[in-house]
C-alpha cells in the first residue's frame, strides 16, 4: 500500500483521493523545512479541534524562517554576494530561488 494511502493514528487528514497531498506539494513546490511546515499547519486547522493553536503553530515555523532570511540578507550585503541576474533585487539566498540542484 502507499504511503498516500495510509494514515497513522486516525483518519482526520485523509483526502479521499481528492485533491493533492500536502507532502506531494511540498515535493512539486521545493519548499523548504520552514515552509512545509507553516503551510502544512495553516492548510490543517480547521481539522482539528483548536484552529488558533495550528496558527500559532504556523506563525511560528514563519517567524524562524523570517529570522533565517534576515541572516542571509544580512551576510548577503556584508559579503556582497552574488546578485542574481535575472532578479537583481534578490540575493543568492532567498528562497524564491532556491536551485533544486544546488545542495
Not at 12 to 24: P, R, T
Not at 49 to 77: P, S, T
Request: proline share 2%; charged share 30%; with cysteine.
Amino acid at each position: 500500500m502507499s504511503a498516500n494511502k495510509t494514515q497513522i493514528g486516525g483518519d482526520h487528514y485523509k483526502n479521499d483521493g481528492n485533491g493533492e497531498e500536502h507532502w506531494d506539494r511540498v515535493d512539486r513546490l521545493n519548499l523548504n523545512y520552514f515552509q512545509a511546515c507553516a503551510t502544512k499547519y495553516i492548510e490543517r486547522c480547521y481539522l482539528k479541534d483548536n484552529a488558533v493553536q495550528d496558527l500559532q503553530k504556523a506563525a511560528h515555523f514563519i517567524q524562524k524562517l523570517i529570522e533565517l532570511e534576515n541572516v542571509k540578507h544580512d551576510e548577503a550585503e556584508a559579503t556582497g554576494a552574488y546578485v542574481n541576474q535575472d532578479h537583481p533585487g534578490q540575493y543568492k539566498g532567498d528562497l524564491r530561488f532556491k536551485d533544486p540542484y544546488d545542495l
